[in-house]
């Protein structure tokens, strides 16, 4: 199905107490573009993801999101997104199978894959009856991807996807990407390590939003 989601960032500002963290960002994103926002740790690039997932409120400037042009009601805009981030909890005391289910009651995932092809695709098949507090870190991102990248949503945001994995994993994240994502638009914030984001055609450094 076409991607006709769009986001346009009017003016966006966000500060905590008396700093500014970014200002005056204006950005128009359009449907299926890929888009790489880049900073170091502190820079504000996670602060503006969560802004535009609804995670956060502005201080000034507005966020709208419009699917076939017309303007999408702030609370239905969840229906849109799924999230991968290190700020995103799984439920510690679900198995993997468990977790994949309990998402299933909120969102589809692509292409109506059920749960068996789900937990083939994470890689986890081996620890499909594993309860999530028993799971490395770097399992845990790993279905943190898996659940955000086959999610049916047009918008997908990753938050330094990479993290905790490794060299094998991060083909495996690359193909994901590849083979089920491209449709849809994609938000990575990155500390410049190019495997995250080596698919995206835009680029925008934090450095730009600074006061």
Known sequence: MRNTVSIKINNAGKKFGKDWIFRNVTIEI???????????????????????????????????????????????????????????????????????????????FINDLNTQKI????????????????FSSGMKQRLKLTLAILSDAPVLFLDEPTTNLDATVIDWYKMLINNYALHKTIIVCSNSIKDEYAFCSRILSMEAFKK
């Open 30 to 108: 359009q449907p299926s573009e890929k888009i790489a926002i880049l900073g170091l740790n502190g820079s504000g690039k996670s602060t503006l993801l969560q802004a535009l997932t609804s995670y956060l409120s502005l201080n000034e400037g507005e966020i709208i999101y419009y699917q076939h042009e017309q303007t999408v009601e702030q609370e239905q805009v969840f229906k849109l997104i799924s999230l991968a981030s290190p700020y995103l909890e799984l439920i510690e005391d679900f198995t993997l199978t468990e977790q994949i289910e309990h998402s299933l009651h909120y969102k589809p």
């Open 119 to 134: 937990i083939e695709l994470s890689g986890l098949s081996a620890h499909k009856n594993k309860y999530i507090k028993l």
